[in-house]
């Protein structure tokens, strides 16, 4: 263990993380020492050349979780294991060929979704949530909207029914936050995975998890159970934490106003500068070292996990020597990965529709809506691995429910 190892953990992820990576990388260098739950040791990487370096040598810096020199330290109730997966048979920690076949197939088991549809889905689930408080004059867009907005929407893609839902959304943020309901969310989930799988081997549909089913490739119904897990868990969280962060940045921002009286044209905008100074996956676990080897000045020894510190690489000053600036449409950042583990790009697009949709129905919704409380004193979650806030309370004029008929 090195003696000046930071914890991965502490109120300051939530309150000044921007302040915490710079002086990481000023104490330490672009790879700094960290430790996991446990004092598990571990390196964060937060140079941008770093994790370019790292993410785009997957033989080098390998998915295999199997190679991590740590196992043996870690005990079975252990609250990251859901996030750093032993023996897990899912896209994540499979690499080579048949990662590349996996991708494939999720890939084209999202690209078959239609682009309408899936506004539609996103506009009419949006408009639900929007008309359970739009008579009231107050919300939290966080519990009350962006937290169960993209689940649902994904859920009926995948193909649950509207009403699994909710327990859904539970056991997703358990098992993200990574405390002591982890194992109960990840159990649940798979649960309800094996379910559905199921019942579309009985009964095929139009949706994802039938179309994962009928793919060729020769994947096993728990790998493909396990990689529906993985779309479901990165496709709603990290979404449902972009919609809250951007409404927040439109809110309290200046720059930002004038989509909330009567414009859209800066959503986008501000969309993409979430992706760049507040990004809702802020640290991903990992990789591991297949050999020892030097990256930013430190020695990596064999089966050293090596976690990927987006938010530190996207704010890197050697690459953002004008922080200040809008970010336009640079996406030269890391909020969606590199590499072959990126994230599929119909993904990318799949989350993009449903923020999108998702801030842009509040805006049509909610006629003069602001702050219910000063920006100062919203708060985040307690995780050093996404970034969301606990609740994002507003006020509006109270207007009457569409309850179903079109705007």
């Known amino acids: 263990m090195i003696p000046d190892a930071v914890p991965l953990s502490g109120p300051r992820f939530q309150t000044e993380p921007a302040v915490l990576y710079r002086e990481m990388r000023r104490d330490h260098g672009a790879v700094t020492p960290v ?29 295999d979780s199997e190679l991590w020199n740590q196992w043996e330290n870690i005990p079975a109730d252990w609250p990251l294991l859901p996030m750093i997966g032993h023996r897990q048979p899912s896209i994540l920690y499979t690499v080579g060929e048949r990662h590349r076949e996996r991708a494939a197939m999720i890939s084209n088991a999202l690209e078959a979704v239609e682009p309408a549809e899936l506004r539609r889905h996103a506009e009419r689930f949006a408009d639900e949530l929007i008309d359970a408080v739009c008579a ?9 909207y962006a937290m169960l907005l993209p689940v649902r929407v994904l859920a009926r893609l995948y193909g649950f029914s509207d009403e699994e839902g909710p327990a859904l959304v539970t056991a997703l943020n358990d098992m993200i936050d990574g405390r002591e309901r982890a194992i109960a969310g990840q159990t649940h989930l798979a649960r309800s995975m094996a379910q559905l799988l199921a019942e579309r081997r009985e009964r095929p549909a139009d949706d994802v998890a039938s179309r994962m ?7 096993t119904e728990e790998e493909v159970a396990q990689d529906l897990m993985v779309m479901l868990a990165a496709g709603h969280q990290p979404t449902a934490d972009w919609i809250g962060n951007s409404l927040r940045l439109m809110l309290t921002d200046e720059r930002f106003a004038a989509s909330l009286f009567g414009g859209r044209n800066s959503v986008a905008e501000a969309m993409n500068e979430v992706l760049w100074e507040d990004t809702p996956t802020q640290n991903v676990a990992g990789r591991w070292a297949a050999r020892d080897t030097q990256l930013g000045g430190r020695r990596i020894r064999a089966g050293d996990l090596l976690l990927l510190g987006l938010q530190g690489a996207n704010s890197d000053p050697q690459v953002r020597t004008h922080g ?9 950042h890391f909020s969606f990965g590199h590499g072959e583990h990126r994230c599929p790009f119909p993904a990318q697009e799949v989350a993009e529709v449903i923020a999108r949709t998702g801030i842009e129905v509040v805006l049509d919704r909610l006629p003069d809506i602001d702050l219910a409380q000063s920006a100062d004193s919203l708060t985040r979650r307690p995780s050093p691995w996404l970034r969301g806030l606990t609740e994002l309370p507003v006020r509006f004029t109270p207007t009457p429910a569409l309850k179903g008929t079109s705007r």
Do not use: K
């Open 324 to 332: 200040s600036a809008l970010t336009g449409g640079n996406n030269a």
């Open 136 to 144: 009231e004059g107050t919300a939290d867009l966080v519990a009350d």
């Open 35 to 63: 430790l996991l739950d446990g004092d598990v040791p571990a390196w964060l990487v937060l140079g941008y050349r770093e994790l370019h370096q790292v993410t785009g040598d997957p033989v080098l810096f390998s998915r």
């Open 213 to 219: 089913l009928a793919d060729t490739g020769g994947f």
